[in-house]
């Protein structure tokens, strides 16, 4: 038996990622299950990990087939990491990266592993397309009947019509039927949030990242794969201009979101080497950052009190009282854009007094924030947003920042679908 | 110019490709070309270094500077660590995950025997398929004569049939080069890499060419984009063709130029010239004045940087049926006269400290070629000129260095009757006729202030013709 030691610094290490694509484009022929393994692979390579048997690696999808039981698990098996590391499957919308870093961060923190790594994967380029729903019950009943004739019987049910009208999934929430973007629609009409506002930030995501590119502040977290070397969703020429011309996508009479300030449907992979401090000197790797602690959050947005995408202006407040730090004591911001007016919903509501006092209970609000510390080097709307891959991207681009910065605190938030929100402090 | 070759556009084209395929005919792909403010790089460079290696740390900070993605082969793993020093993206090279690569860069320096020549074969075994059309090959070795064993020495210079024959199985515009690094060369490479690996050596391949110390001792880094600013460039024979391409290039990367020409062509010069932001030099180079007004006129400027020279005439017969005029003018203007012009210019001190002169040779000179006994020797003569100028030229920090241009589509080729015109555009690896700019970019690459490590060297701008090879 172990003794239960007292929580631990976790270290980030670093990450790696692919090149991210908008669906049906580079990736458009691969599986979750290939760019994971690239992303894990290269991680591997970069950290020499290789025969090294690791405390566990956890990752996730959120468009899942149902062969994919063992995601994870597979990838690690197509890796030269020693195959007697452990994997699961995380699963948390959007904010599965992200949760499976706290996952395996608080394993560490605990003493119960050293050393781990956490990650996400998403195409829609090669989405779950399942057989349609009537189909697939005469399937089953069929499987079910005792005799031929019961078989048969089940089987006579089936109509030519059922095979051309497969089940789709589909991007929208389950309990509204609306679509996400829809929502957020929804939210930046609630909380007056401007069409141009929306553009400012969308083009000020391009040209940070297209920066972060030149400078070569990404060529240690990214790795080419399939002929790529930037994410193909960047526009480093985005102007305000040309952002302007485009029409609203989920309003079309009176909405401000548009496929420039809305994030793509996107693939791609990314993973995190998290580790104890004790790891990280032995293995003779320097620390960017610690991961000092997450937190989720959930929303009601069914019946429309709330914003879908809210929840980590709730999960924030509650984490800063824990840690006893204010929403100004942060060096970086990084609020992951699935919207331009996601984040800016998100700003203006820890500034709003009667928000805060009603809906976040706290009697002065949190305030605003230096715009010139959020999303520096760019953020999902420039990279583009392979769901379960964003929580990666922004950990391990987070935790390089500080390390440059010779140290500081950043801040993540990461909305995810059903009204849900992680969200985390990096500091070093 | 490329629209001299009309079997280059139709081959190219949907219909002109299948049946020039059906048919087995010549198949050139159109080069890409370096074009200011576009990538350098078709894509990523596949690495690869041979054990023992002690340049990679020099690569990857020219690749850097760059801004290359790299890809490493599996059994080049160390790549990752120096490519983590310096900052370069890197990832391993995976055949079925890597995608169309833009060049295989491999390091073959510490190949000592043919053990080691297996890391060369693996390498370009497994990365070649992976080399997009217009991509690049560059092999680095030691110069055989600093080899340290025989066996080495011998191994080092294989690699030059290595890479000629690279050049003519992979073809699809793929230029291939070997660059032989002398002791304390490697600080030297940025230039000569940007050559090898960007469009800017479309036409060159099958080369060879050494890098060693600097002749001034310290390693210039301009900013690429603008390579000549402060520098002033001679350039004879600039009215039209290859030389006022010369021209065009050195203008374009920031340098003054003076275009020379004899006085026929005065105004067409002073037009050029007037574009170019740069002056105009009307004189015949074979007048008895005219290395005392060249050396004036570089006084009047502080000295030149940099000395083309590109005039050049041919006055072509059998050698029973030509003049004895015919043979002296083309030995006058082709030789004589540069010889004694660098000459001039050189005891005058009117070349300045990181200086460069170049001379325009042919592949005449090195083939020989019917009917141009004449134009061959002279252009022979000037690659002789190279070999015992350039140790003495070094000592005034200036590199004396030679172009030989093949097939150059210009007026005076469009003027070769057309079944000979066809031969020499296809009967090389690119299976088409060099520009004018492919010419002026070698130069320019031998000009460049980081090249002072190149001196004494002769580079063919043919495509890697099959004459004189």
């Known amino acids: 038996m172990s003794s239960a030691p007292l929580p631990r610094r976790v270290a980030i290490l670093g990450g790696s990622r692919i090149p991210f694509a908008r669906s049906n484009t580079a990736y458009a022929e691969l599986s979750n299950q290939d760019m994971l393994t690239a992303a894990l692979q290269a991680l591997v390579d970069k950290f020499n990990l290789h025969g090294e048997r690791l405390g566990e690696v956890a990752a996730g999808a959120v468009l899942k087939h149902s062969r994919d039981i063992a995601l994870t698990r597979e990838s690690v098996l197509s890796t030269t990491l020693s195959h007697d590391t452990p994997a699961y499957d995380v699963q948390q919308a959007c904010g599965t990266g992200l949760e499976a870093a706290i996952l395996v961060a608080n394993k560490i923190a605990l003493g119960q592993i050293d050393v781990g790594i956490a990650g996400g994967v998403d195409t829609a380029s090669d989405a779950p397309v399942a057989v349609n729903e009537g189909f697939r019950r005469a399937l089953m009943r069929a499987n079910r009947g005792k005799s031929t004739g019961q078989k048969l019987a089940a089987l006579s049910k089936v109509r030519p019509g059922m095979l051309l009208k497969p089940e789709l999934p589909r991007n929208a929430e389950a309990r509204t039927g609306l679509s996400m973007g829809e929502h957020c629609e929804l939210m930046a009409k609630r909380w007056e949030i401007s069409r141009e506002s929306q553009d400012e930030l969308a083009v000020a995501s391009h040209h940070n990242l297209a920066a972060a590119y030149d400078s070569g502040f990404l060529n240690d977290l990214v790795v080419p794969y399939k002929g790529l070397t930037r994410d193909n969703n960047l526009r480093p020429d985005s102007t305000l201009e040309k952002v302007a011309k485009l029409k609203p996508a989920y309003d079309r009479a009176g909405g401000t979101l548009t496929a420039a300030n809305s994030t793509p449907l996107t693939d791609g992979a990314s993973v995190v080497l998290l580790a104890s401090e004790e790891w990280a000197r032995a293995h003779d790797l320097p620390v960017l950052a610690y991961l000092r602690t997450g937190e989720t959050a959930a929303v009601d947005f069914v019946d429309g009190d709330e914003g879908l995408l809210m929840a980590p202006v709730h999960a924030v407040p509650r984490m800063l009282e824990k840690l006893g730090l204010t929403l100004q004591d942060f060096d970086f911001y990084e609020i992951h854009e699935a919207f331009a007016a996601q984040v800016l919903c998100t700003l203006k509501a820890w500034e709003d007094p009667v928000y805060s006092r009603e809906r976040l209970k706290l009697d002065v609000p949190l305030g605003s924030i230096d715009r010139t510390k959020l999303n520096i080097h760019g953020g999902s709307l420039a990279a583009g947003h392979p769901f379960a891959a964003t929580g990666g991207r922004i950990l391990a681009t987070l935790a390089k920042m500080i390390d440059r910065n010779g140290g500081g605190r950043g801040l993540i938030s990461i909305c995810a679908a059903g009204g849900q929100g992680v969200v985390a402090v990096v500091e070093k | ?469």
């Open chain 2, 1 to 469: 110019m490329a629209s001299q070759d009309q079997y280059l556009s139709f081959s190219s084209s949907g219909f002109g490709k299948w049946l020039t395929g059906t048919l087995g005919l010549p198949q050139p792909i159109p080069l890409v070309r370096y074009r200011p403010g576009k990538p350098e790089l078709r894509g990523p460079v596949v690495v690869g270094a041979a054990p023992g290696s002690k340049i990679e740390d020099f690569l990857a900070s020219a690749l850097r500077a760059m801004g290359a993605v790299t890809l490493y082969h599996p059994d080049s793993a160390d790549w990752r660590l120096a490519a983590g020093r310096h900052e370069v993206m890197t990832g391993r090279f995976v055949p079925e995950d890597s995608g169309r690569t833009g060049a295989l860069l491999f390091d073959a320096t510490a190949i000592a025997d043919t053990e080691g020549l297996k890391a060369l074969y693996a390498f370009f075994h497994d990365t070649i398929r992976s080399l997009a059309t217009n991509g690049r090959i560059v092999v680095i070795g030691t110069a055989p004569e600093d080899a340290d064993s025989i066996e080495a020495a011998a191994i080092q210079r294989g690699l030059e049939g290595f890479t000629r024959s690279l050049g003519k199985e992979v073809r699809r515009a793929v230029a291939v080069q070997l660059v032989w690094l002398k002791p304390g060369g490697e600080a030297s490479l940025d230039s000569t890499l940007r050559f090898f690996l960007s469009g800017r050596s479309a036409y060159v391949s099958g080369q060879t060419v050494r890098v060693g110390v600097p002749v001034t001792g310290v390693v210039d880094r301009p900013d690429p984009a603008r390579s000549q600013a402060g520098r002033t460039v001679l350039i004879t024979g600039a009215s039209r063709g290859i030389g006022l391409s010369i021209a065009e290039t050195f203008a374009r990367d920031g340098a003054q130029v003076v275009l020379l020409d004899i006085p026929p062509a005065a105004s067409e010069l002073a037009k050029h010239a007037e574009r170019l932001g740069g002056a105009a030099l009307a004189l015949d180079i074979t007048s008895p004045d005219a290395q005392d007004a060249i050396a004036a006129d570089a006084a009047g400027r502080g000295g030149y940087d940099v000395v083309v020279h590109n005039a050049g005439i041919t006055r072509d017969k059998t050698i029973a049926k030509m003049s004895a005029s015919q043979w002296d003018s083309v030995l006058d203007v082709n030789f004589a006269a540069p010889l004694h012009i660098t000459e001039k210019l050189l005891v005058a001190k009117a070349i300045r400290p990181n200086g460069r002169v170049v001379f325009v040779s042919s592949l005449s000179g090195i083939a020989g070629n019917l009917g141009q006994s004449n134009y061959a020797l002279s252009k022979a003569a000037l690659i002789g000129a190279v070999g015992k100028l350039a140790p003495l030229a070094a000592t005034e920090g200036v590199t004396v260095n030679a172009v030989a241009p093949g097939f150059i589509e210009t007026q005076m080729t469009a003027a070769i009757p057309f079944a000979i015109r066809e031969a020499g555009r296809r009967m090389n690896s690119m299976s088409q006729g060099g520009l004018p700019v492919d010419v002026a970019e070698t130069i320019a690459w031998f000009a460049h202030p980081g090249s002072g490590g190149i001196n004494g060297a002769v580079v063919r701008v043919c495509g890697q013709s099959l004459l004189g090879a």
